[in-house]
């Protein structure tokens, strides 16, 4: 029972590097998002995805792209990281918009 | 006004006490309503749904107040591992349907 999975837990990386977030979930659920937190922030929307074939911005979309592979997948990509993107990363999958979510563990990212 | 406030405390409550905190919320239309819990450099989970004639989950109370646009959280006979901070979240007002407070951190003393 996996529920929603991120890879990897942990991510440092130079100024001007590139990556990409995985996050699978095994719920059979429609919806997917990427959020960041930062201190004093609060959760805030990068991207999500209604459902498989769309995805749409959140809140704080520059700079990070995303990929809804399939209904399971959701990736988000940092082309060109920047300090200003050092953050801890968390995957969430839905049923559907408005329902309840169930996040991932997080990705603790340091840009240098 | 905010869509979503919490008071980001710290509540300072010792062991056995019985705390509530409250969430309000700017959007009339909102229909779903949910308290998380996150513990400290984990991701939050799913406490409880607050549905319209409130709801009971253990020590755990959660209500609704339409008229005057909260939520409550109660939290009866405190243990220490009830300290974390506690995220209100709301549907409506954000682009992915949910909003979510930038929570209460709780600390349950011995």
């Known amino acids: 029972n996996a529920g929603v999975t991120q890879t990897p837990k942990f991510q440092v990386l130079k100024t001007g590097q590139s990556m990409t977030l995985q996050c699978a979930q095994d719920m059979n659920h429609n919806s997917m998002y990427w959020y960041r937190q930062d201190p004093g922030m609060g959760l805030r929307l990068i991207y999500y995805?209604?459902?498989?074939?769309?995805?749409d911005k959140g809140e704080v979309p520059n700079g990070y792209n995303v990929s809804r592979l399939n209904k399971r997948e959701f990736s988000l990509r940092l082309e060109s990281a920047a300090p200003s993107q050092t953050s801890v990363y968390f995957c969430?999958?839905?049923?559907?918009?408005?329902?309840?979510?169930?996040f991932g563990s997080g990705t603790r990212l340091t840009v240098v | 006004r905010k869509e979503v406030e919490q008071d980001p405390g710290p509540f300072n409550v010792p062991e056995g006490a019985t705390v509530a905190f409250n969430c309000t919320y700017s959007?009339?239309?909102?229909?779903?309503f949910f308290w998380y819990r996150q513990d400290c450099r984990k991701e939050p989970k799913l406490l409880m749904s607050?549905?319209?004639s409130g709801n009971e989950d253990g020590r755990f109370t959660a209500q609704l107040n339409r008229a005057s646009q909260y939520i409550s959280l109660l939290i009866r006979d405190s243990k220490l591992s009830d300290s974390a901070t506690y995220l209100c979240?709301?549907?409506?007002?954000?682009?992915?349907?949910?909003?979510f407070g930038k929570g209460t951190h709780l600390i349950i003393q011995p």
């Open positions: 607050v549905y319209s």
């Open positions: 959007n009339s239309a909102s229909q779903s």
């Open positions: 969430a999958s839905s049923r559907d918009r408005g329902y309840g979510y169930t």
């Open positions: 995805s209604a459902s498989e074939g769309t995805t």
């Open positions: 979240v709301v549907t409506g007002g954000g682009a992915d349907g949910l909003t």
